[in-house]
């Protein structure tokens, strides 16, 4: 099992940059995908970014491709999101997830979660 414990979330205007964290317990960190999503008030929860568990493979959400980059440290049982160029249309509770296997995108496919943390970027 992985427990997800996810921080750095806050407020932030329109233009600015924000890192999220994603702290994992458990010995086989290095043998799961990681991910972050989102999920917006009345929205369905949506894929953000994916890192496979070498690190080597990276995806993103069209939405957020070159303002967005996730990043693991598998020593530390981290994951990270910076995220610059915010806009308020990414304002959401951002959750890290984890999935056994091949990298997905749906959040269906991930097997453990974060409690989430707030991200509000101002206009």
């Known amino acids: 099992q992985v427990q997800l414990v996810e921080s750095g979330g806050g407020l932030v205007q329109a233009g600015g940059s924000l890192r999220l964290s994603c702290g994992a317990s458990?010995?086989?960190?290095?043998?799961?995908?990681m991910g972050w999503l989102r999920q917006a008030p009345g929205n369905e929860r949506e894929f953000v970014a994916a890192?496979?568990?070498?690190?080597?493979?990276?995806y993103y959400a069209d939405s957020v491709k070159g303002r967005f980059t996730i990043s693991r440290d598998n020593a530390k049982n981290m994951v990270y999101l910076q995220m610059s160029s915010l806009k308020p249309e990414d304002t959401a509770v951002y959750y890290c997830?984890?999935?056994?296997?091949?990298?997905?995108?749906?959040?269906?496919?991930?097997?453990?979660w974060g409690q989430g943390t707030q991200v509000t970027v101002s206009s």
């Open positions: 458990g010995r086989t960190f290095s043998r799961y995908n």
């Open positions: 890192i496979s568990s070498s690190g080597s493979t990276t």
């Open positions: 997830a984890a999935n056994w296997g091949a990298v997905v995108t749906k959040s269906s496919r991930y097997d453990y």
